[in-house]
């Protein structure tokens, strides 16, 4: 396991941190430009670092507070210790850093405005600094607590003892932290309890599991952590343009809410027995179907539901590890995917089945059926897949699964709800959607089922097939799929492609979701122990605390992509979760 940036949210925004210094921030929410950006320009990103005043330390620990998103952070130097504890108070747009040293410590704060683009004006105040945005009123605010001496505008020696750094956002400085109204804002040793507390709780409904428990509840907090508290909308990662190919272009902004990424991660809370926040997360896409048209008319929406901003490149940034170009924005917001309403219906069936909730789903019984009616009109369509390739439109196997799966799983809810005639004509038109797929998704000639119709490839999806219930994975087309996917995706042992190549060129590194699938699979195949081979492969590339990119490398197991990614911490979810009852039965 390799040390790398670690995870804070409060639910409204998120940091990552390392070596004691705050390298990517937005603000106000998770979707902001950000304060802090040096993950992705170590020149103009601006950070806030604390480390030791002395030259010569180590950092001998930093990891999390228990099963919480607390970090702790312990250095070390000839002289003595300090500790620091960061966190992202609950409810505000800000991060508190609390320390106990026996050295002085070295206080370094570089904010820019619009990823690094503005900088801002400094105002010095009584106990700290006010950083002004000069093109709106909005600014952030450093009040510090403990005895500390000035080293310039923006540097400052911390003195050994006891102390805090609070670091809070306003969009009007007129109500911030050193207005009238300051008084009302959290205090801070209050606030790191509180934070400690409401971590904590969120875990104490979660399934109870015997193996790989640290992995499991890591990944339950990632999940809880990605979710925007106000809207219930979950982000498929905090983070945008760390990119999949070190100096290639590969480098997308995830920090939106993906109908499918979403789904399945609902479907992880589900299994570990947290319904109340899986529901959440369902009720935000349900918002988003429209009745009149394509049930899910863009794959992305905003953390409030509202249109993605177009994309667009910050090229005044370098980029992670010189990687350009820097994208916020997600050009895939105007694709058609076809696959997107399977996935929610997937996730609402399992919500039914775990919660027995007919009142909510009756409720929502207008957006089933608009569902239903669109996969009916829409499934003989081409489509992107689920790996968004641009300007790609065949008919994927795994899309067409998808429309199966989303009338299979509208017809299962008729059938409880009482609607029998819609119940019958759904698996009638799933049926036929079922032969489709054999017919065409099936290659008798190959033996396996391919990518898209007429293709002689596969992708990792395909893993998916018998996941979904679509065929036994014992079944001999699937274990034939299985061989090739094996055979032509495996990387390193337990670790593969989502697929060899795509609208970009040859793909490079390990899809870490794919691990989770092919252990579910061989689960559903009796194969245990090879099941419990790729996971703890997967655990043991995942960073020392635990967290996952959306790839990694395969000769080094460094995390590739944006990080952390819902995907493979859900994959890990549901994987434990599956483990833990064969072992039990």
Not at 284 to 291: H, K, N, Q, R, S
Request: net charge neutral; glycine share 6%; proline share 4%.
């Amino acid at each position: 396991m390799i040390r790398y940036y670690e995870f804070l949210s409060n639910g409204i925004t998120s940091a990552l941190i390392k070596n004691g210094s705050v390298e990517w921030l937005p603000l106000p929410r998770f979707d902001s430009s950000s304060i802090f950006t040096r993950i992705l320009d170590e020149e103009r990103g601006g950070y806030f670092s604390i480390r030791p005043a002395d030259e010569k330390y180590e950092i001998i620990h930093e990891d999390y507070v228990e099963n919480t998103l607390i970090l702790r952070t312990v250095f070390k130097s000839e002289k003595g210790k300090a500790e620091i504890l960061d966190f992202l108070p609950l409810s505000l747009s800000g991060i508190i850093r609390i320390y106990e040293s026996e050295i002085d410590l070295k206080l370094d704060i570089k904010p820019f405005f619009e990823y690094g683009l503005v900088t801002p004006a400094i105002i010095k105040a009584r106990r700290g600094l006010i950083f002004r945005n000069p093109k709106s009123k909005e600014g952030i605010e450093i009040l510090i607590g403990g005895e500390y001496v000035p080293l310039d505008n923006t540097e400052f020696t911390l003195k050994k003892g006891k102390g805090y750094i609070y670091l809070l956002y306003s969009k009007d400085l007129r109500y911030g932290l050193f207005s009238n109204k300051g008084f009302v804002y959290s205090e801070p040793y209050e606030a790191l309890n509180k934070a400690i507390k409401y971590w904590k709780g969120r875990l104490e409904n979660a399934k109870k599991v015997n193996m790989y428990r640290d992995a499991y509840y890591r990944s339950l907090l990632v999940l809880l952590g990605l979710i925007y508290e106000p809207s219930g909308g979950i982000i498929a990662a905090p983070t945008t343009s760390l990119p999949e190919i070190i100096g290639g272009s590969r480098n997308w902004d995830y920090r939106y809410v993906w109908i499918r990424d979403a789904s399945y991660s609902a479907e992880a809370l589900i299994k570990a027995g947290l319904l109340v926040k899986a529901r959440d997360i369902i009720s935000f896409l349900t918002a988003m179907v429209d009745p009149s048209s394509k049930s899910f008319d863009h794959p992305l929406y905003t953390i409030d539901g509202t249109a993605p901003p177009a994309e667009e490149i910050l090229d005044w940034l370098e980029g992670h590890k010189k990687s350009f170009p820097v994208r916020v924005g997600n050009a895939a917001y105007m694709q058609i995917q076809m696959d997107v309403e399977g996935a929610y219906m997937n996730a609402l069936y399992e919500y039914y089945n775990t919660s027995k909730d007919s009142k909510y789903v009756n409720e929502i019984w207008w957006a089933i059926e608009a569902i239903a009616e669109w996969t009916k009109r829409s499934w003989k369509w081409k489509s992107t897949d689920l790996w968004e390739q641009r300007g790609v439109e065949e008919h994927f196997t795994h899309t067409k699964v998808m429309n199966w799966v989303a009338l299979d799983r509208a017809n299962r809810l008729a059938k409880e709800l009482g609607y029998k005639n819609e119940a019958e004509e759904w698996i009638s038109i799933a049926e036929e959607i079922r032969r489709d797929i054999l017919d065409n998704g099936y290659s008798q000639k190959l033996g396996y089922f391919t990518r898209y119709y007429g293709s002689d490839s596969v992708d990792s999806a395909l893993l998916t097939l018998p996941l979904y219930g679509f065929i036994d994975a014992k079944d001999p087309r699937f274990l034939k799929t299985l061989e090739k996917i094996e055979k032509d995706l495996t990387i390193s042992d337990g670790l593969l492609l989502r697929y060899k190549d795509d609208f970009m060129g040859s793909v490079k590194h390990p899809f870490t979701l794919v691990s989770t699938w092919l252990t579910r699979v061989y689960i559903r195949l009796g194969e245990i122990d090879k099941a419990k081979k790729v996971i703890e492969k997967l655990i043991s590339c995942s960073t020392s605390s635990l967290l996952l990119a959306e790839h990694l490398d395969q000769n080094t197991c460094e995390p590739r992509g944006n990080f952390p990614q819902a995907f493979p911490h859900a994959g890990l979810v549901m994987t434990i979760v599956e483990l833990e009852e064969r072992r039990l039965v």
